[in-house]
């Protein structure tokens, strides 16, 4: 297989929290990228991925899959995004195994080369991190 760059993202988190607490962050900032990738948004949460080739849709809606752009054909891809790093003060670390199948699927969405269309789903906006802080600390799993 190529060797494509690893396909990971540093994400602040405030200095206040333990790893404990920054692996619990992180497991829900992977949650959050799944599942808004999965209904077919970008890393802003705002733009919907551009549609399918119409052969492409064709090909995913006779496998079962939805009529739409959410990079979830077979779903090994998102379903192998985890946590990488939580041990630095003050951010974690998300995204795929280094040299993985997995990775080489992303960065061909990421970068455009997969499609020819930029489909940037790794990232998240600094206000839905505090939004999801805040969750947490609300149901007791971080202080």
Not at 84 to 113: M, Q, R, T, Y
Request: hydrophobic share 35%; proline share 6%; net charge positive.
């Amino acid at each position: 297989m190529p060797n494509y760059p690893q396909q990971k993202i540093k994400i602040p988190v405030p200095k206040k929290y333990s790893p404990s607490e920054r692996m619990i962050i992180a497991e829900a900032l992977v949650e959050h990228i799944r599942e808004r990738t999965e209904r077919g948004y970008d890393k802003t949460g705002v733009k919907k991925f551009e549609p399918l080739d119409p052969d492409y849709k064709e090909r995913k809606l006779a496998m079962g899959g939805k009529g739409f752009c959410d990079l979830t054909l077979t779903g090994d891809m998102l379903i192998s995004m985890d946590v990488l790093n939580w041990k630095k003060n003050g951010e974690v670390e998300i995204g795929f195994e280094k040299n993985s199948d997995e990775n080489a699927k992303a960065d061909g969405h990421v970068s455009g080369k997969a499609t020819g269309k930029v489909r940037d789903f790794l990232g998240i906006a600094p206000t839905r991190v505090q939004q999801i802080i805040r969750e947490l600390r609300a149901i007791g799993d971080i202080r």
